[in-house]
């Protein structure tokens, strides 16, 4: 069975900082693009950060500057770390796994593994 485990969340003051870790079983991340996305309740999951299997990237445009996206096949865990961190990046983050085209990054349906979500508050 394929699982992605989510870790990392928690609590924090504005402008302080957590590491998302997005680890994975049953499969390689050497074969996978890896997706960092956030949820808040009554909104649409919307993409924060991907690593392709070759280690290109994107950045939400809100994040841009303030997140990194990480990859290390050997241990098969990609994070994101996460600094400066603001009131409206609250919300519970996902990571996911897609085999799909990297053109295809935003596109939540293309990926085929989720984890369980970690949640992030972070307090003003």
């Known amino acids: 069975d394929v699982q992605l485990q989510a870790s990392g969340g928690g609590l924090v003051q504005a402008g302080g900082s957590l590491r998302l870790s997005c680890a994975a079983s049953?499969?390689?991340?050497?074969?996978?693009?890896i997706g960092w996305f956030r949820q808040v309740p009554g909104k649409a999951r919307e993409a924060v950060a991907c690593?392709?299997?070759?280690?290109?990237?994107y950045y939400a445009d809100s994040v841009k500057g303030r997140f990194t996206i990480s990859s290390d096949h050997a241990k098969n865990t990609v994070d994101l770390q996460m600094n400066d961190l603001e009131p409206i990046d609250t919300a519970t983050h996902y990571c996911?796994?897609?085999?799909?085209?990297?053109?295809?990054?935003?596109?939540?349906?293309?990926?085929?593994?989720w984890g369980q979500g970690t949640q992030v508050t972070v307090s003003s």
């Open positions: 996911a796994a897609t085999t799909k085209p990297w053109r295809y990054r935003l596109v939540r349906s293309v990926y085929q593994y």
């Open positions: 049953g499969l390689s991340f050497y074969d996978y693009a």
């Open positions: 690593i392709d299997k070759e280690g290109s990237t």
